[in-house]
């Protein structure tokens, strides 16, 4: 597998470094952790990029005016150098509201997570 790989990356003309890390992984057996090593890097270059990564989760999708205003929002977070990179996600079992990921930072303000607090704090009164 190694060999297989090395022949490809020079095919490819991937750099040095490049292929000496598939090769690595190909002979500790570790390839199965290449999506992991892609994405750790990427979340490297990100924030050497001053990119600030945000997750939002609605329970519908957002029209452009929404989208617009929590854009806005979040850009207020922000450093001078950094600039921000959306990735939303519909799920419609957080029943409302928003869930937000940016940077280090988690804001839930989904409905069920409401409903699950308040149903605790029943339960635990009763």
């Known amino acids: 597998m190694a060999t297989a790989l090395k022949e490809a990356s020079e095919k490819l003309r991937f750099a040095p470094a490049t292929a000496n890390l598939l090769g690595l992984l190909a002979d500790n057996g570790r390839l199965k952790k290449l999506d992991t090593v892609i994405n750790a890097y990427k979340t490297i270059m990100a924030a050497h990029r001053g990119e600030v990564v945000c997750e939002v989760v609605t329970a519908k999708p957002l029209d452009a005016s929404q989208s617009k205003q929590l854009e ?8 001078g150098n ?3 990179k959306i990735t939303s996600r519909v799920d419609p079992s957080i029943i409302g509201g928003l869930i937000v990921s940016i940077g ?18 029943i339960q635990t009164a009763a």
């Open 104 to 121: 280090d930072k988690y804001v839930d303000m989904s409905i069920a997570t409401k409903v699950k607090l308040y149903t605790d704090v």
């Open 82 to 84: 950094e600039s921000l």
């Open 72 to 79: 806005g929002a979040l850009k207020s977070f922000l450093k």
